[in-house]
């Protein structure tokens, strides 16, 4: 099974915030990638997405904070 990457792009730090789901991270297109998570399976990214939709924007950014606090584009590591 392959896996699947559930992220979360943004247009600045004060911009709107996406929540996608891709199987593979490259495909990411437009906004910055500033936070992602890998899933066994592109139906969990799926339902993890779903999740976090949910959230409430404090708390996706918090997470981007907690793993990317400068917003960098994550794809230019890849």
């Known amino acids: 099974m392959k896996p699947g990457f559930v992220y979360i792009a943004a247009r ?3 911009g709107r915030l996406y929540t996608g789901v891709t199987a ?3 495909s990411c297109r437009g906004a910055r990638l500033v936070w992602y998570e890998e899933r066994p ?3 969990e990214a ?4 779903a999740d976090i ?3 409430k924007r404090s708390c996706k950014r918090a997470v981007i904070a907690r ?12």
């Open 41 to 43: 399976s592109l139906a």
């Open 24 to 26: 593979a991270l490259t």
């Open 12 to 14: 600045g730090k004060s």
């Open 67 to 78: 793993v990317n606090p400068g917003w960098q584009d994550l794809r230019a590591g890849r």
């Open 53 to 55: 939709r949910r959230w």
């Open 46 to 49: 799926k339902r993890r997405a």
